[in-house]
């Protein structure tokens, strides 16, 4: 009986140090607030918010991703000479974040999340990107941690959505208005007019896209 107790307890650590990786890359930060940055992107495999238009469907079943050792990630993100990592998904709250941000932490990384807001926060997280999604509402006490609101607009009634969710956020939260991929030229220049007359916003472009770099 000690004997199958160990091997439970052994199970947990394995299970509790690792996590599923759809994949992991250095690039440039391309949306939001800290576009044009040097990052090392971490996305993770899991995701039950399920938006119609997302362009990383193949990311939203965890088990199709293989289970990666948080120090084995960490170190591949350390062979880089940036030091700013952003865990994405899928949506990646669907895990527990504390070793991974503790190990990112370790080796002088600031972390940003890119989150729907769907699952509790965990971990240590420098920068927290909320982007709402119509498909699965965001906790409520997400919106006074955010540091970053993200509203993707594919259709015109998406700009009254952006304000319902504005007027949650705490002052100092950054506001972005950014067009869904497929509906650029349609979306873009009422996004621009918009924010001429709501100057409160900014404009988040996926400037990768045009760079063509992941």
């Known amino acids: 009986m000690k004997e199958q107790e160990t091997m439970v307890e052994v199970n947990n650590e394995v299970i509790k140090n690792k996590l599923p990786l759809m994949e992991a890359f250095y690039t440039v930060q391309g949306e939001g607030f800290h576009q044009g940055k040097a990052a090392y992107f971490i996305r993770l495999g899991g995701c039950d918010v399920g938006c119609v238009w997302c362009d990383v469907k193949e990311s939203w079943n965890a088990g199709h991703h293989p289970q990666i050792f948080i120090k ?25 974040l504390s ?58 009634s998406d700009f009254q959505w952006a304000e319902d969710f504005a007027v949650r956020m705490r002052p100092d939260c950054k506001l972005y208005l950014q067009p869904e991929w497929s509906k650029s030229d349609k979306m873009l220049p009422q996004i621009i007019e918009y924010v001429k007359t709501h100057p409160q916003w900014r404009i988040s472009l996926q400037v990768h896209k045009y760079m063509n770099i992941p």
Not at 72 to 96: C, F, N, S, W
Not at 107 to 135: Q, Y
Request: aromatic content about 8%; some cysteine; proline content about 7%.
């Open 99 to 156: 070793d991974l941000c503790d190990a990112l932490h370790e080796e002088g990384f600031t972390i940003n999340i890119e989150t729907s807001g769907a699952h509790p926060l965990s971990g240590n997280l420098d920068w927290i990107c909320l982007s709402p999604k119509k498909f699965k509402a965001p906790l409520p006490e997400m919106y006074q941690q955010a540091d970053e609101l993200k509203i993707i607009i594919y259709n015109k």
């Open 72 to 96: 084995e990630i960490v170190k591949e993100a350390t062979q880089y000479p940036g030091r700013l990592a952003v865990i994405t998904g899928g949506e990646p709250l669907m895990h527990d």
